[in-house]
């Protein structure tokens, strides 16, 4: 079991900004395989309030660079 956590509240904006993202598709790709079937069962990352700030404007690309790796779970 390995957990990962981003940090997308200390940029000047919420997102989790290019250089997390690089390095989250790095460690993804060193501990999970690829998947058979799509199994991310959470996504936390969407526009929950965007007018509270309540968003990650980068969300998408997150869960696309998880998308390809099986038993991933987001909270």
């Known amino acids: 079991m390995h957990f990962i956590a981003l940090d997308n509240v200390s940029r000047a904006k919420p997102e989790i900004g290019a250089d997390q993202l690089a390095w ?5 790709s060193a501990f999970f395989q690829v998947r058979t079937n799509r199994r991310v069962h959470a996504s936390p990352l969407f526009d929950l309030r965007p007018d509270w700030e309540w ?5 998408d690309d997150v869960m696309n660079a998880l998308s390809p790796y099986d038993n991933v779970t987001v909270l």
């Open 24 to 28: 989250l598709k790095k460690r993804s």
């Open 55 to 59: 968003f990650t404007s980068d969300g």
